[in-house]
């Protein structure tokens, strides 16, 4: 019959050098069990343990010093969990901004709350599909409030699996999936990202730097653009103002922020194992079916007594040029304004708000967004019947 010890060892399935040798009384039948034992060497542990934060310390300033060398500055990074916080405050009759990064940078939220009578709750998303937030408003009963929709025509239309539909889909899926633990460790990351530059998980990661690795592109491997690097702030409501360092003109920062726009908005070539005809035909019945899917979504939420606003935002320069030739008004703006009967401010269209210059091609600068916003608060009155 199987000792007691033996059972132990059998089921824990430890080594036996974690056991040592029994006395010849334990040996017996009956006997107590044999201990575990896990010798600690002597060796000098306080000293070890200070040694080990001095040089984490010391690692971890040199790094925040050499961020903030190259203009790197403390912010939140804007994930899924950050994003379902501001979902979070969303109200049924709350005012909501969706879309692109244009609504995140060029829409100063202390302004439109002086001139619409609430404070807008910020849903935009950089490099984001504004449909799947418009979709989750349109879904949610409770919702029957405003939504102002920020409307950058070549991410308005792209098409599922696509990174920009990705992003934004992953924020609705985690907003409602987060976890208590998901959520919890938002709420402890974000004084460390407020006051700590290295904290960049999308650019300061060595995944994060290995993409910045200047490889040309290669048959049967094509690689991605370039995303922009380090040029606004984003704070726990997520408002997302540009830098200084961006906004100044002529600076560095922007002229190399405007050479990354350009490919990031050309599209990819299409693939070569489909003939260019059938993926032509693909890609136009993908996007007749979002034109479709968002005139049900606005007729859905209309259909509970919301409202919304499509606006086109300031760009300028090469990447304006780039956008007119490839998404032409009458070709994305002019249907989704027709298919939905909702009103819409397309910035050229008033001189009061066509004048900015967007210092990377894109966005407005901190202090124009302020300025913008004032002169976009009696558009969106008119607009909205306010």
């Given amino acids: 019959m199987r000792s007691s010890t033996s059972n132990f060892k059998r089921k824990l399935r430890l080594p036996r050098l974690f056991f040592r040798k029994p006395t010849e009384i334990e040996s017996i039948h009956g006997g107590p069990p044999l201990e575990y034992v896990r010798p600690i060497p002597q060796l000098p542990w306080r000293g070890i343990t200070v040694a080990v934060v001095l040089i984490v310390i010391a690692a971890a300033s040199a790094s925040e010093l050499y961020c903030r060398s190259i203009g790197y500055g403390p912010t939140l990074h804007d994930n899924e969990d950050l994003w379902t916080s501001a979902r979070r405050r969303v109200k049924p009759e709350s005012i909501v901004i969706i879309g692109d990064s244009r609504g ?7 302004e439109l709350q ?12 950089g490099g984001s599909c504004a449909y799947p937030v418009l979709a989750d408003l349109a879904n949610d009963k409770n919702f029957h409030g405003t939504v102002i929709c920020s409307v950058v025509p070549r991410l308005f239309i792209a098409p599922p699996g696509s990174p920009p539909m990705d992003h934004a889909e992953k924020a609705v899926r985690r907003s409602h999936t987060q976890t208590f633990a998901q959520r919890a460790s938002q709420y402890l990351d974000m004084p460390l990202e407020e006051h700590v530059a290295f904290l960049k998980p999308e650019e300061l990661t060595l995944d994060g730097l290995l ?3 200047p490889i040309p592109n290669r048959p049967y491997a094509l690689i991605s653009p370039r995303l922009p690097p380090y040029f606004g702030t984003l704070d726990r409501e997520r408002r997302a103002l540009m830098i200084e360092k961006c906004a100044r003109p002529g600076s560095e920062l922007a002229r190399i922020t405007q050479q990354i726009w350009l ?3 050309t599209p990819p ?5 489909i003939p260019q005809e059938e993926f032509a035909k693909s890609m136009g019945q993908a996007i007749e ?8 979504a606005v007729q859905k939420l209309r259909s509970r007594g919301g409202k919304i606003v499509f606006v086109r935002l300031p760009n300028s320069g090469g990447l304006k040029a780039l956008e007119d030739r490839q998404t032409p008004r009458p070709a994305v703006w002019d249907r989704v304004i027709k298919d939905t009967a909702a009103p819409g ?10 004048g900015f210059n967007c210092p990377e091609w894109s966005h407005l600068s901190a202090g124009d967004s302020v ?3 004032k002169r976009l608060i009696p558009h969106l009155r008119a607009a909205l019947q306010m």
């Fill in 104 to 110: 995140w940078y060029d829409l100063y939220l202390d």
């Fill in 114 to 125: 002086k001139g619409l009578g609430k404070r807008p709750v910020q849903l935009a998303m």
């Fill in 211 to 213: 993409k910045r690795l």
């Fill in 263 to 265: 490919p990031l908005f």
């Fill in 269 to 273: 070539p299409p693939p070569s194992y």
């Fill in 289 to 296: 079916q979002r034109f479709h899917d968002v005139a049900a």
């Fill in 345 to 354: 401010i397309y910035y050229e269209d008033s001189p009061d708000l066509a």
């Fill in 371 to 373: 300025e913008f916003s």
